[in-house]
């Protein structure tokens, strides 16, 4: 049984396409994130839903645009891909963003553009 | 062996020895702080976490210490095992509905 489980795991597509992360957790979670790690390792969080709510939106080009059809789907659709959005890209989940904030995160989407 | 780093650092320490990481947090406001490990090809997976009111705690071959006077976090991990290789990374948030940032990891590298 996955926690936090994203798809697809790996994603090499043309620049300027349009492509998209699906994300599901069944662990009962209200919050879930999308999260950036580079070629570096560095992890830097991009959206956070709350119950189906966008709360966080860090300064992400609009191209990149979240969905949470319910409290337990995080998508992550991104139009006009361009080089520098290859990475890996984490979804992740926590009970509640406020009171318990211990993250579990799914095995990652790499994603290469070309 | 103990590690500083402002980038993906390496510690690399012999099996069996104890292994200290050591992370510089930046938001004095930061009231919660957690350690992940990230092994190859893997998601980050939670370890210990401390709460400001707290100094120290410790999990099962593990110890978390804080000093919120130079903001300084450090994780202590006893008679480390090859399984122990990956990925650690610090991070703070401060309350409510605040990000959890994290911090540069460090690649902790154990020799057999």
């Known amino acids: 049984d996955t926690a936090v489980s994203q798809t697809p795991k790996y994603l090499v597509t043309q620049m300027g396409n349009d492509k998209s992360i699906k994300c599901e957790q069944n662990l009962g979670h209200d919050t879930m994130y999308w999260y950036k790690q580079d070629s570096k390792k560095f992890l830097k969080i991009m959206f956070s839903?709350?119950?189906?709510?966008?709360?966080i939106n860090e300064t992400v080009p609009n191209r990149f645009s979240p969905k949470s059809p319910d409290k337990a789907h995080l998508n992550l659709h991104i139009n006009s891909l361009e080089l520098g959005d290859s990475a890996v890209y984490f979804c992740?989940?926590?009970?509640?963003?406020?009171?318990?904030?211990?993250?579990?995160f799914g095995s990652g989407t790499q994603l290469s553009v070309l | 062996g103990e590690n500083v780093g402002l980038h993906l650092p390496t510690l690399s320490v012999q099996e069996g020895d104890n292994s200290i990481i050591n992370c510089a947090y930046s938001?004095?406001?930061?009231?919660?702080f957690i350690w992940y490990k990230q092994e190859s090809g893997k998601g980050p997976q939670f370890i210990i976490d401390?709460?400001?009111?707290?100094d120290k705690r410790q999990g099962q071959r593990v110890t978390v210490l804080l000093n919120k006077t130079v903001k300084h976090l450090s994780l202590q991990i006893a008679a480390t095992q090859p399984g122990d290789s990956a990925v650690y990374f610090c991070a703070e948030k401060a309350g409510g509905y605040q990000k959890v940032t994290f911090g540069i990891g460090t690649k902790l590298q154990v020799i057999p």
């Open positions: 992740a989940s926590s009970l509640d963003s406020s009171l318990n904030e211990k993250l579990f």
């Open positions: 839903y709350n119950n189906k709510e966008l709360i």
């Open positions: 938001n004095s406001a930061s009231d919660y």
């Open positions: 401390i709460r400001s009111n707290m």
